[in-house]
């Protein structure tokens, strides 16, 4: 292991970077995470729940099909929440309808 990776107390850009790029790689063949998608600045409007193989970044964008037409959400926001009945977390994103 790199001993920057191991150092807890500075983590520069490039250790982020090496990070991000191993993250990339060592994705799991099959696993899906089950991400909640809000719009819009309420965050208690649920727009719909999906399953990713991957988790999208702020500034990507979502396509979605809805009546054979394209919605297209811009990502502004991901956190992590903790379900309070089984003590899971869930990935969150916050988008904005950029139709």
């Given at each position: 292991?790199n001993?920057?990776l191991?150092?807890?107390s500075i983590i520069?850009?490039?250790?982020?970077?090496?990070?991000?790029?191993?993250?990339?790689?060592?994705?799991v063949?099959?696993?899906?995470a089950?991400?909640?998608?809000f719009?819009?600045?309420?965050?208690?409007?649920?727009?719909?729940?999906a399953?990713f193989?991957f988790?999208p970044?702020?500034?990507?964008?979502?396509?979605?099909d809805?009546?054979?037409y394209f919605?297209?959400?811009?990502i502004?926001?991901?956190?992590?929440r903790?379900?309070?009945?089984?003590?899971?977390?869930r990935?969150?994103?916050?988008?904005?309808l950029?139709d």
């Open positions: 292991m001993q920057a191991r150092s807890t520069s850009t490039q250790v982020v970077g090496e990070t991000r790029r191993y993250c990339d790689h060592a994705r063949e099959g696993f899906m089950l991400v909640e998608v719009e819009g600045e309420d965050l208690e409007k649920l727009l719909f729940v399953e193989d988790l970044r702020v500034g990507e964008h979502l396509a979605r809805i009546d054979d919605h297209y959400y811009h502004v926001k991901i956190w992590h903790q379900d309070a009945a089984d003590g899971a977390f990935a969150c994103l916050l988008v904005t950029d």
